[in-house]
């Protein structure tokens, strides 16, 4: 089964798309890890996403679309994949209907105050890079990271003005694609609020029926 991944930061994507790889048996591919895959790789492709990211430039469609082409050609894709992070734009989705054919596209659906509130009490041990919740997981000791005592930091983007432009570059990218998808007829609206194992549930429902 293939599947696309649609939401927005917070939502749960990453959870779930981990949960659903293992249910499903299938791969799970986010743009970021072909991205770094590459890069790491030496690939031609991979030089030019590094010389783009490098200038502080964005990737354009034609080499994301290039990279995921690539990716889906693996022996691992057979079964289905789940994509996360790709298609962002109209020309991805319509180059992604040139590779396979999707057979549903899940949008998660979470209010903007509720994606506040998870991803502003996220907190970062800089060293480690592991993350906590101020209130989902918190620190043994407030403020500070269990294993290194490090103090905790809350990254920049993270902070709630720049979630709410996230929310606002996500709305503009992505309100075209959901109308995309409601027009072929394969997009499901799953709620993200609440559990990730209740909203895994409700995904493998849909797709069931």
């Known amino acids: 089964m293939n599947i696309v991944l649609l939401g927005p930061p917070g939502a749960g994507k990453g959870t779930l798309a981990a949960l659903l790889k293992t249910e499903l048996n299938v791969p799970h591919i986010s743009t970021g890890d072909i991205f770094r895959s590459n890069i790491k790789n030496g690939t031609e492709l991979g030089k030019k996403v590094q010389g783009i990211l490098a200038s502080g430039g964005l990737v354009p469609d034609e080499v994301t679309i290039e990279m995921v ?29 040139t590779m396979d054919e999707i057979d549903a596209v899940i949008n998660f659906v979470l209010d903007d105050e509720e994606v506040v509130k998870r991803l502003s ?9 592991k993350i906590y919740h101020i209130v989902t ?7 500070f990271d269990d294993e290194t005592g490090e103090p ?3 990254r920049d983007d993270d902070k709630p003005e720049a979630i709410r432009h996230r929310l606002e570059v996500y709305r503009q990218e992505t309100a075209p694609l959901i109308g995309y998808y409601k027009e072929k007829g394969n997009i499901i609206d799953i709620d993200a609020s609440p559990s990730p194992e209740t909203v895994l549930s409700a995904v493998l429902a849909a797709l069931q029926s």
Do not use: H, M, V, W
């Open 69 to 97: 082409r690539d990716r889906l050609k693996n022996d691992d894709t057979a079964s289905g994949y789940i994509l996360d992070g790709f298609p962002r734009t109209i020309a991805q989705a319509e180059a992604l209907d």
């Open 121 to 129: 009490g996220r907190r970062l041990a800089p060293s480690t890079g």
């Open 137 to 143: 997981n918190p620190p043994k000791k407030e403020g």
């Open 152 to 154: 905790l930091i809350q």
